[in-house]
């Protein structure tokens, strides 16, 4: 079943990338959503691969892999400051804008960033519990995953407003490091504040989307043993 769910969570990226590539390709900042949602993904795949290793020889690496592409995730949400550049109001009525291309680039972005930040949210709880597992050390998952996204959130800051991507790491380590360890000692009280507001709002996305999933769980459940106790009374009949 699980199996089933991620082969379709794949088509849809499958698609949701054809269909962004074709629509913003060469036009201008919104063809960064393409590349964007691509890294967005990554981290989302490899938590998946992760529950399939069972050595540590390979698991702390792919979890450092992990950490360097996760803050692309989170990111993503802030690219929600480019729908500034949609024009959505008409300037001679100055109600909203009925422009066909505005409302399916906003669908596109939708599309785009809601769920892959909702799979993000699934992502860090996989990987804050195989830590704990894996490891052995003896702390709650939810302490890990708190750690895990203020490291985030120091990342998100970093791609936001230095401009520094995970790939980075990779194509150009000396210079990225370089960058990283020289703005990292000069962080004012200004952007160490704005990294504790990425982190909070961090916290209450992935908070919120636990809260979904334990309230669909206790409604399902409820549903089953009404359904149950349906079938156990039209039985006695």
């Given at each position: 079943m699980i199996q089933k769910r991620m082969n379709m969570i794949r088509i849809y990226y499958i698609l949701l990338l054809v269909v962004l590539y074709f629509s913003f390709n060469g036009k201008s900042v919104f063809y960064l959503f393409f590349m964007n949602t691509i890294l967005a993904y990554?981290?989302?795949?490899?938590?998946?691969?992760?529950?399939?290793?069972?050595?540590?020889?390979?698991?702390?690496?792919?979890?450092?892999?992990?950490?360097?592409?996760?803050?692309?995730?989170?990111?993503?949400?802030t690219d929600l400051f480019h729908l500034s550049l949609l024009s959505p109001y008409d300037p001679a009525t100055m109600l909203i804008s009925t422009q066909i291309e505005n409302w399916y680039k906003l669908l596109l972005i939708i599309l785009s960033v809601f769920p892959t930040t909702i799979l993000g949210c699934e992502s860090l709880l996989i990987v804050s519990r195989l830590i704990v597992e894996r490891t052995?050390?003896?702390?709650?998952?939810?302490?890990?995953?708190?750690?895990?996204?203020?490291?985030?959130?120091?990342?998100?800051?970093?791609?936001?407003?230095?401009?520094?991507n995970s790939l980075d790491v990779f194509t150009n380590s000396k210079e990225t490091f370089q960058v990283f360890a020289t703005v990292f000692n000069q962080i004012d009280g200004q952007s160490f504040n704005l990294i504790l507001l990425i982190f909070f709002f961090s916290l209450l996305l992935v908070y919120m989307y636990q809260s979904i999933i334990r309230f669909s769980f206790v409604v399902g459940k409820e549903n089953d043993n009404e359904y149950l106790s349906s079938r156990r009374q039209s039985s006695h009949q």
């Open positions: 990554l981290p989302v795949e490899l938590s998946v691969w992760m529950k399939e290793i069972r050595g540590k020889l390979f698991f702390v690496p792919m979890t450092i892999v992990w950490l360097l592409f996760f803050p692309n995730n989170f990111y993503l949400f052995g050390i003896g702390v709650y998952p939810g302490l890990v995953g708190s750690i895990l996204l203020f490291l985030n959130s120091i990342g998100i800051y970093f791609g936001r407003f230095l401009r520094l």
